[in-house]
């Protein structure tokens, strides 16, 4: 019997040295915050789609600077000229080149272009806008996945660390009912029954050594992989005080980032209703060039006084072009009804938005109020089965319980702390989604 008591002990040692044996570093959850922020691929994704918004606001991008532009040619042609004029004079140039080059640089800039570029400026402004309303919309979405990972683990943590104290306690047990037995003062199946329960309790004890380990590489992958080492988590949750629904739902209507996204897609369906409704309108722009133009004509074998050897020209030009393009077969007009068909469509949708994001809100609230009550409620449970456990304790030392009801009395114990560090967590994460829900997420207390 000894022996095989030996044997159990060896293996719970096994199963206790590597989570009590070494020291990890704490993960903070700060320093979890601002890894996810750096490494998660999704947010650098769309950082990118910011950095393009940000170039297309640009002043290189809004055609309001000139355009300039540089040509130069040459060409050689080969071939032979006769010319035979009325006085019986011939001129004959046969098997020679002319040559021709030019040059120009010229500017052209937009005088008036009926607002079409001062509207599409202020659409790229909006897109922008809702660029980093994305940016947003995915940091709150990786918080949101951080902290369901960190707080899980830090659950599965508090659930070996009372698997623990649980072992702990069986351990005792287990010998009381061995020295009791050897005494002659106590039967072999109160030892049995010990033997029973404490390799339970390791099995237990290992399969949730399994799930933290699992829980935490989770957690990893959200960071990017970034942690080598084995870690710990901070198991203290703090609450957001002084909330109110009144409060969430105002805030909801100002600082969602759904509606706000909404509300700039109208912005923008208006500014792209301007735009085609400036494509009514003229446009007028000016130019300005300076060209050189070099011709070299061969001469003939009997040239006359008037044949060209050399030409060379140059000069500057400046001109006004106004254009309007006064009937565009309908394409103009089926745009504008069509923008304007668009505009109904996302003030629709914003108004639907706005419905559900306040039932959101209020659906939150009273999950996390329910949420709240079950956590007062199981931290109740757990001091009164802490109270029951150590009545029942002394009880079983002084004889006065038998050995089932001091094993019920220590499940009843382990239940409700593993009950209360669920409701502890459940209760964070779902205030987390109502803070998400109010737009005040990002710069909470976590």
């Known amino acids: 019997m000894k022996m095989i008591n030996n044997k159990i002990w060896i ?26 922020l750096e490494q998660n691929y999704n947010l650098q994704m769309v950082n990118n789609q910011l950095e393009i918004a940000k170039n297309n606001t640009d002043i290189f991008n809004t055609g309001y600077l000139p355009t300039v532009s540089a040509n130069a040619g040459g060409t050689l042609d080969f071939g032979g000229t006769k010319i035979t004029f009325a006085d019986g004079h011939v001129q004959d140039v046969s098997a020679a080149a002319t040559q021709r080059y030019n040059a120009s640089l010229g500017a052209n800039y937009v005088i008036y272009d009926g607002k079409r570029r001062y509207y599409n400026l202020e659409n790229l402004k909006v897109a922008r806008s809702i660029a980093e309303l994305n940016v947003r919309q995915s940091v709150e979405g990786v918080l949101l996945q951080l902290f369901s990972a960190y707080y899980e683990v830090a659950k599965v943590t508090l659930d070996v660390k009372a ?29 049995l ?16 050594v399994r799930l933290l380990a699992n829980t ?7 960071l990017n992989n970034r942690i080598i080492n084995e870690f710990v988590v901070d198991t203290t949750v703090l609450y ?42 003229p446009t007028v722009s000016t130019n ?31 001109g006004v072009t106004a254009s309007w393009n006064i009937f565009d077969g309908g394409t103009t007009r089926t745009q504008v009804q069509n923008a304007k068909i668009s505009i109904m469509t996302q003030e629709l949708n914003k108004a639907s938005l706005d419905q559900a994001v306040e039932r959101d809100v209020l659906n939150a609230w009273e999950t996390y109020q329910n949420a ?39 499940l009843n114990l382990l239940n409700a702390q593993r ?14 989604n109502l803070l998400q829900l109010s737009g005040d997420l990002i710069g909470a207390q976590y």
């Open 193 to 208: 029954n010990a033997e029973v329960d404490i390799n339970r309790d390791s099995i237990n004890y290992r399969n949730l």
């Open 163 to 191: 698997q623990e104290e649980t072992m702990e306690v069986s351990k005792k047990r287990l010998q009381r009912a061995q020295y009791q037995f050897d005494y002659g003062q106590g039967s072999r199946l109160n030892v």
């Open 288 to 318: 300005l060039s300076y060209g050189w133009n070099l011709t070299d004509n061969p001469l003939s074998d009997n040239p006359n006084p008037f044949q060209t050897d050399l030409i060379r020209s140059n000069g500057l030009n400046l």
């Open 240 to 281: 957001t005080e002084g909330l109110s629904l009144e409060d969430l739902i105002t805030k909801s209507k100002s600082n969602n980032v759904d509606l706000l996204i909404a509300e700039q897609g109208i912005y923008q369906s208006n500014y792209t209703l301007k735009q085609f409704e400036a494509n009514k309108m």
């Open 372 to 410: 709240l009550f079950v956590l007062k409620a199981e931290e109740k449970n757990l001091e009164t089965n802490q109270l029951n456990f150590s009545f029942t304790e002394d009880q079983f030392q002084i004889g006065q319980v038998s050995s089932v009801e001091y094993r019920q009395a220590q």
């Open 216 to 222: 935490k590489r989770n957690l990893n992958v959200i």
């Open 419 to 432: 009950s209360y560090n669920q409701a502890k967590f459940d209760a964070k994460i779902l205030e987390l």
């Open 11 to 36: 293996s719970l040692a096994c199963f206790l040295i590597p989570i009590l044996g070494i020291s990890q570093p704490l993960l903070e959850k700060s320093a979890a915050v601002k890894l996810a």
